[in-house]
């Protein structure tokens, strides 16, 4: 009896337990898919910034093109007006239209106001 008396004296060693192995690599699965969503939200942030700044220069590029056409249409509009504000032509008009013609300096008179 001193055998069976003498192992029941011995320390049992503790079970071995395999559920925190379980859970820790359930953490780290976890936790690599939260940091695949941030980085994957990140980068569509990163993608949606980029085709914003792609729209506003398309608008832009096309803005652009509109003010060098309307300076185009002004310059000529400007070249138009002033050619038919010329005094020739007024002169022309004048004649053709209405039979006027240019006083000569002996049809001029000169009027004096006093001071």
């Known amino acids: ?5 003498a192992e029941a004296e011995r320390p049992q060693p503790a079970p071995v337990r ?5 859970v820790q690599r359930q953490r780290r699965v976890t936790g690599g898919i939260v940091w695949i969503a941030v980085v994957a939200a990140l980068l569509a942030g990163v993608v949606a910034t ?4 792609l729209r506003l220069n398309m608008k832009l590029d096309r803005l652009g093109r509109e003010r060098s ?4 249409q002004n310059a000529a509009l400007s070249s138009e007006l002033s050619s038919q504000a010329s005094a020739p ?10 039979g006027l013609v240019q006083a000569t300096p002996d049809q001029t008179s000169y009027v004096t106001l006093p001071h």
């Open 1 to 5: 009896m001193a055998t069976w008396a």
């Open 18 to 22: 395999h559920a925190p192995r379980v």
């Open 50 to 53: 980029n085709v914003a700044v």
């Open 69 to 72: 056409e309307l300076r185009a």
């Open 89 to 98: 032509r007024i002169q022309g008009l004048a004649a053709k239209r209405l």
